[in-house]
């Protein structure tokens, strides 16, 4: 298996990452995709830029020296109810993909019950397409639940290979995670989550976790160029026009 896109990443304006649009165009060349999603943080992150910078983002040229751009968020799950950043309608327009993720700064871990609750209120939120790196061992949360009603509710669910590496614990649970995707044909994304060229489309342990439990190819969006297209296609979004 392998990936045509990466739908996960940050650029500089995102201030713990390091590389520019341009830059990580470059690295999504340099790893053979055809696409990237660039994906920085909601305003009211901490590290994340202006509302202004998602308002702006149709700016941004469909084809950039021929690898296909998405416009897109990485919205913080916001304590304690499930919310997400505060952000003008109109500054959300030009957004194509938004992932909604845990992160401590904006929703200090709790128990697994809040956790739960707030992940259903993502399930409903018409903003949010993807679940971003529910992997997160600070955050546990009944997996076979939220994962049952993701079909109902829209949504896909991302396997973060960056997870695997730098959050003690996300193996297991994603592998977990994963299986449950496979029982209730929920599609994912396989994303690295880069903050710098050099990591663009390397996901190569989460590709090799899901071969070990052997996860069908079709469930994974952005294992093709069809794939990655009916997904937006369906959403009323032409990515290769």
Known sequence: MKIVADLHMHTSVTHHA?????????????????????????PTNPDGPHEWHFANMDLIPRQIDGVTVIRGIEFDITAPAGGINVIANKCLRPIEFALASFHECLFPPATKEIHTAALEAILHNPYVNAFGHLGNANFDFDHEYIISKCNDCGKIVEINNASLNIRAGSRQNCADIARLCKKYEVPISVDSDSHIEYRVGHVEGALAMLEEIDFPEELVINSSIDRLNAYFTGRGINLFD
Request: aromatic share 4%.
């Open 18 to 42: 390091f590389s520019s649009l341009t830059e990580m165009v470059r690295g999504a060349q340099d790893a053979g995709l055809a696409a990237i999603a660039i994906t920085n943080h909601g």
